[in-house]
């Protein structure tokens, strides 16, 4: 269910200036717990909400929970703008002041500019397209939360596949990706790419081990454990809007019938 709070409890240092929650999937983590102890330590909270458009933790929105929640609308989420863009929330007016000066290249006027900032502007053109998307981002969020449930009662019997968190009283998930732990990964998207299903990997290289952070930082296999595991045994199932219920029994039958069910 996403971050551990006590293992957060435990490796927050000194240097620690913000808990980073991720709501991995579009299934929103812990959040009270999480800004309960930010605000225990006097930090920051900073939603990954990449994932989570219009999931709900406790009646909220993720990416409203926070300090400032981050969103992407790169074309695979579940809202997009029609290429690469972004949005950044915040109640924080004096924030939100120096986050809008710092995507349009740090400026204060026009020719004046007191940081270094970034050219992170979108653009008018691909902001329409996502406000058209966002009319139907609820509908859209809905018929996931349909599919997923289906998935969940046609896997119910497959003892090898762990399927994802479900909702609950505190917990109403979006799921971008409908990823499900499983036994022999590779051979199980192996077989349903073989039968015309296409499936993903999210994500095969755990942070700590991309070449960047391990040149940089020395981390090595084992150092994160939970984070290898997963991504030797996490499948993405197929999960979009327009998905119909006769494909989705199909997915669920050739996963079945890869472990002999």
């Not at 915040?90 to 204060?108: N, Q, S, W, Y």
């Not at 990997?201 to 960047?212: A, E, R, S, T």
Request: aromatic fraction near 8%; glycine fraction near 8%; charge should be positive.
């Amino acid at each position: 269910n996403n971050i551990d709070v006590q293992k957060l409890r435990a490796n927050l240092t000194s240097r620690t200036g913000a808990l980073l929650p991720v709501h991995l999937f579009g299934h929103p983590c812990k959040m009270d717990e999480i800004n309960d102890l930010a605000r225990e330590k006097g930090i920051k909270v900073i939603e990954d909400a990449c994932q989570a458009h219009g999931a709900t933790y406790r009646g909220k929105k993720a990416g409203a929970i926070g300090d400032i929640g981050c969103f992407s609308f790169y074309p695979t989420k579940n809202m997009t703008v029609g290429g690469d863009g972004g949005m950044i929330t915040t109640d924080d007016a004096d924030l939100a002041k120096e986050i809008a000066k710092l995507r349009d290249c740090g400026r204060v006027s026009r020719y004046v500019h007191d940081v270094i900032g970034f050219t992170s502007r979108l653009n008018t053109g691909n902001a329409a397209f996502g406000l058209v998307q966002l009319k139907y981002l609820d509908s859209w969020n809905e018929r996931r939360r349909a599919i997923a449930g289906r998935y969940d009662f046609l896997l119910k019997d497959v003892e090898e596949v762990v399927r994802p968190p479900r909702p609950d009283k505190d917990v109403s998930p979006v799921y971008h990706l409908y990823a499900i732990k499983c036994k022999d990964r590779d051979g199980l998207a192996k077989h349903l790419n073989d039968n015309g299903i296409e499936c993903g990997v999210h994500y095969p290289v755990p942070i700590h081990l991309q070449p960047v952070y391990v040149k940089r930082y020395g981390y090595r296999p084992g150092d994160h454990p939970v984070s290898e595991a997963l991504s030797e045994s996490l499948l993405s199932l197929p999960i979009f809007p327009s998905l119909k219920d006769e494909q989705v029994r199909k997915v669920a039958e050739t996963v079945a019938s890869f472990y002999g069910r």
